[in-house]
């Protein structure tokens, strides 16, 4: 079983704060009570103000929010197997995962935008064989080729700033860590797409692009980032959002456009400007990276995790509904009428 967005827990808060709303109403009910009737009313009391109906209802929508919840974090188990169109392309994606990448020039940081464009392009790819490189004071190999789509994305939720090592950017090494991980049963065109700021620590990014290319590998490059004033580095430090510094004074990091021109150049591919704006790389893979690779050949069977949020929301909606036809139809009982006096 794994859950595929676990940022969604951040609306964890909202089931807390109905379960103390509900609380908070039962016990003050229950005060109101208490100082209207003696102890031997209340029992009857409590029948007529429905607090076990008040119980029962709030119960019920703290349960339901629970399950909206756990339906937002996409919950997945078993497998099922679907036929999907087959490219002849086999992909690398190399993701910077330097320091550099928190800079939120690109909202909400360069790192996180860039690894949800890299899962719109495994949306829309099925079939085509895909892996992960990251890099920041050395390069990883984070997942190998693979058609499994999901493994790329689990890896990509747990990507932080510095995953790859501390201390500078080595965008070179990560480029030839890319090309000698393509395997050789591969037939077909091959591609890395660098997804970087283009900060370096004379790592040879551009030689390493020409060698790929020699080896029969294009290099697309995607810069992020303000190429002209930059940005700076959010820290949060107890709990103060504050900006890195170095030598007293506040770093901004810019995109260097030049270097990832070169790149793409000596790659044979080419440089897609995103800078500040939200592109749709899913688009621009299908429209210009996956062309060069030519026609879909044949099908192939593809190990999916089987979603299950919609258990979930449907248990939810039962519940809400349940709710509410609990509140129209569960009615007070009449009080009996009053014994009419005699004149």
């Not at 690109?106 to 790192?111: D, E, K, Y």
């Not at 050395?138 to 190998?144: N, T, Y």
């Amino acid at each position: 079983m794994s859950f595929l967005h676990l940022d969604s827990l951040f609306w964890a808060w909202t089931i807390i704060g109905a379960g103390v709303l509900v609380a908070v109403g039962i016990s003050a009910r229950r005060r109101a009570m208490a100082k209207l009737a003696t102890a031997d009313m209340r029992e009857r009391l409590q029948a007529s103000a429905g607090l076990t109906r008040h119980l029962l209802r709030g119960s019920m929508m703290v349960v339901a929010m629970l399950l909206l919840v756990v339906a937002l974090l996409d919950p997945r188990w078993g497998v099922r197997y679907e036929s999907v169109a087959q490219r002849n392309i086999d992909v690398m994606f190399v993701l910077d995962a330097s320091r550099s990448m928190l800079a939120d020039d690109l909202s909400p940081s360069r790192l996180e935008r860039a690894a949800s464009w890299i899962d719109d392009v495994l949306e829309a790819a099925a079939g085509d064989r895909m892996g992960l490189v990251t890099f920041a004071g050395q390069a990883s190999l984070e997942v190998p080729l693979t058609r499994d789509s999901t493994a790329i994305g689990l890896a990509l939720e747990t990507i932080g700033p510095r995953t790859g090592g501390a201390g500078g950017s080595l965008l070179g090494d990560a480029i030839r860590l890319a090309a000698e991980s393509f395997t050789g049963d591969g037939q077909g065109a091959k591609a890395i797409i660098v997804l970087s700021d283009g900060d370096d620590m004379e790592s040879w990014p551009i030689e390493a692009a020409a060698a790929a290319k020699e080896a029969g590998i294009r290099v697309w490059t995607v810069g992020l980032g303000d190429a002209e004033t930059g940005s700076r580095i959010p820290i949060e430090v107890n709990g103060e959002r504050l900006f890195f510094t170095h030598a007293g004074e506040e770093v901004w990091v810019k995109m260097h456009r030049e270097l990832l021109e070169q790149i793409a150049l000596a790659g044979d591919g080419a440089f897609i400007p995103a800078g500040t704006n939200n592109i749709d790389l899913a688009d621009i893979y299908e429209q210009v990276i996956a062309p060069g690779s030519g026609r879909r050949t044949a099908s192939a069977m593809v190990e999916q995790m089987v979603p299950r949020y919609t258990w979930f929301v449907t248990g939810a909606l039962f519940l809400l509904v349940l709710e509410w036809l609990l509140g129209r139809c569960w009615t007070r009982p009449a009080p009996s009428a009053a014994r009419e006096v005699p004149a």
